[in-house]
């Protein structure tokens, strides 16, 4: 991992939204999922996912739910309950209730907060399987008050023969009751627009490859989305007090997720910088993703020796990282200047995958420097708001004048004349 001087560092961010190859192989799968249904989806599956289905075989019974639990280490069951409580304990408090003013004229003004009706949760199947991702999606959603909350997946995980039963076991501590053996850019297009077997959805979340984030943004405006996400990414900004073992752990728990993730330290301690660089190196030999974390520092990983932690915190704020950690003496001191992080993390101890599993806090968070303006996902993602009007005649009466003027200026006369209709009929 190269060290750099602030004010050599450039910031790279490129977008990918794949291929021209990707983008036409996913958009032909959409179009056959929208008019073949389920016999799409089947021929997909068989295609990129090696496995025969019929339509019949689609959605994973009780019974494969309940057989999981056979299988996994009871110590699993232990800890995935408590992150799915720690979780659950976090959202309960975003909850926002529904509420109305009333003014002396008799006006009334509100807004009614309702959860979607239905909700698709994608759970990829790929590289590795991830259980905590399902508790991040399906909590939230449950606390909002989502009715009806589906899980898709592939068919088979990591190369197995079936789906993970420890994502299994994840579903059904959270709660969900409905999921569909189906992955790829078929099961966005199936949960955007329904089969035969799998009714359509009002939002689409989960992470996924290249085709399956192609697919959410192709599907997008049929149905809500939580994000495009793109590759992992964590800054570290350090001084003199941190400890560099720490540091480099810490970078490398992002750099092991993917060849396109981000890890960079910011610090004001050139030794610091010096002793991170050697260890990175020592601990890789030793991580059993060494290819992947290698090549992710090599390519997008980076130290930045600045000047001052107001500086570095400069540097921070233009990456607008999806996780922060801050290693220095007085963390909390410099809370206030930090403004575009997804999840900040502060002293020794917060290290990165304490948010990523157990903390509460969600971890399905704005990348690629989408903090700027984006949040992590929580219970308002999975809520809907409709604004509440009740003007008494003696607003309309009072106001009306100020409406037509409105309208009229942009050139609408028949919004002006619905107001002008009830002014002549109810005015002295």
């Known amino acids: 991992m190269r060290i750099v001087p602030a004010k050599e560092f450039r910031l790279k961010r490129d977008v990918d939204y794949g291929t021209k190859e990707q983008n036409e192989a996913v958009r032909q799968i959409i179009q056959d999922v929208r008019s073949d249904g389920d016999a799409a989806v089947l021929k997909y599956t068989a295609l990129h996912d090696r496995t025969e289905l019929t339509a019949a075989e689609l959605k994973v019974t009780e019974e494969e739910m309940k057989a999981a639990y056979d299988v996994v280490e009871p110590s699993f069951i232990t800890a995935i309950r408590a992150a799915a409580h720690n979780i659950r304990k976090f959202h309960e408090k975003q909850k926002r209730s529904s509420w109305m003013d009333f003014d002396s004229d008799g006006s009334l003004l509100g807004q009614i907060i309702r959860p979607l009706d239905r909700v698709g949760v994608y759970v990829p199947g790929g590289k590795a399987a991830y259980p905590s991702s399902v ?15 589906v899980m898709v997946t592939p068919p088979a ?24 053996r ?26 996924g490859n290249i085709y399956v984030a192609l697919a959410k943004r192709e599907v997008f405006g049929a149905v809500d989305i939580d994000s495009i996400a793109g590759p992992s990414e964590i800054v570290v900004l350090a001084d003199e007090t941190a400890k560099a073992d720490y540091v480099a752990a810490d970078l490398l728990s992002q750099a092991e997720h993917d060849e396109m993730a981000s890890a960079i330290l910011v610090t004001t301690s050139q030794q610091l910088a010096e002793e991170v660089q050697q260890d990175i190196e020592e601990q890789l030999r030793k991580l059993p993703r060494e290819a992947i974390a290698r090549a992710s520092v090599e390519a997008h990983g980076a130290i930045i020796v600045v000047d001052s932690i107001l500086e570095g915190i400069e540097v921070v704020n233009k990456l607008a990282p999806e996780h922060l950690e801050v290693m220095v003496q007085e963390p909390m ?46 219970v308002d993602d999975f809520t809907k708001k409709s604004s509440l009007i009740y ?32 002014l002549q009929q109810e005015g002295d």
């Open 135 to 149: 508790l991040m999606n399906v909590i939230p959603a449950q606390v909002a008050g989502v009715r009806e909350i």
């Open 157 to 180: 995980t990591s190369g197995g023969e079936g789906i993970d039963p420890y994502i299994l076991v994840a579903a059904a501590e959270a709660g969900v009751n409905e999921m569909y």
């Open 182 to 207: 189906v992955g790829g850019a078929q099961a966005i297009a199936a949960l955007a627009y329904g089969t035969e077997s799998i009714e359509k959805v009002d939002k689409i979340c989960g992470p």
């Open 333 to 378: 001191a410099y809370v206030s200047y930090i403004r575009h992080s997804g999840a900040i993390f502060l002293g020794p101890y917060s290290s990165e995958p304490v948010g990523d599993y157990f903390a509460g806090p969600n971890h399905i968070i704005p990348t690629n420097g989408t903090a700027r303006y984006a949040s992590p996902v929580d």
């Open 391 to 422: 003007y008494s005649k003696e607003a309309l009466l009072k106001n009306g004048e100020a409406i037509m003027e409105l309208a009229r200026h942009e050139g609408l006369e028949g919004h002006a004349r619905a107001i002008e209709i009830r």
